[in-house]
């Protein structure tokens, strides 16, 4: 089999098909989370918080000088990309959960089993507990 002729097979397979399709649909919703948070959830919270910018917040290390930029770290920007990631993470759960319940309920398993019965302890186990509670009273 030629390389070429491989490397089709490995490229067409579904599960490389899905991956693809995942990563450009992953991107897509990162965006759109990226800009509910800086421009849908932030902008109130900022508002609560006395009329704070997040995308603006940072604390100056150096001070700029002529062509030489401002040294800063920019903690605003930070706590967005938390909430950013926050999401996102949250929404790979709840997808990933669905599609965990939609398996099971494909194989005919009910979505959460009864807990099973402890076993009942063994003659060995009664009597040591028999012993321990002898020794106890003493």
């Known amino acids: 089999m030629g390389m070429m002729s491989e490397f089709k097979d490995f490229a067409l ?3 490389v ?3 693809a399709v995942g990563i450009i649909v992953g991107a897509a919703f990162g965006k759109i989370v990226a800009s509910l948070v ?6 109130p919270i900022g508002l609560a ?7 603006d917040l940072a604390v100056v290390l150096q001070e700029a000088h002529g062509d030489i930029p401002a040294v800063t770290l920019n903690h605003g920007a930070f706590i967005m990309t938390i909430i950013d990631f ?6 790979m759960f709840m997808a990933i959960k669905a599609m965990n319940a939609a398996q099971k309920m494909r194989e005919g398993e009910p979505e959460e089993a009864a807990p099973e019965a402890p076993p009942e302890p063994s003659a ?3 009597l040591l507990v028999e012993i321990r509670d002898l ?3 003493k």
Request: charged content about 25%; glycine content about 10%.
């Open 13 to 15: 397979k579904g599960n």
């Open 17 to 19: 098909v899905d991956m």
């Open 38 to 43: 800086a421009d849908i959830i932030m902008p």
């Open 49 to 55: 918080l006395g009329g704070v910018d997040f995308s």
């Open 86 to 91: 926050l999401i996102v993470a949250f929404a």
């Open 124 to 126: 060995e186990e009664k």
């Open 135 to 137: 020794l106890a009273k």
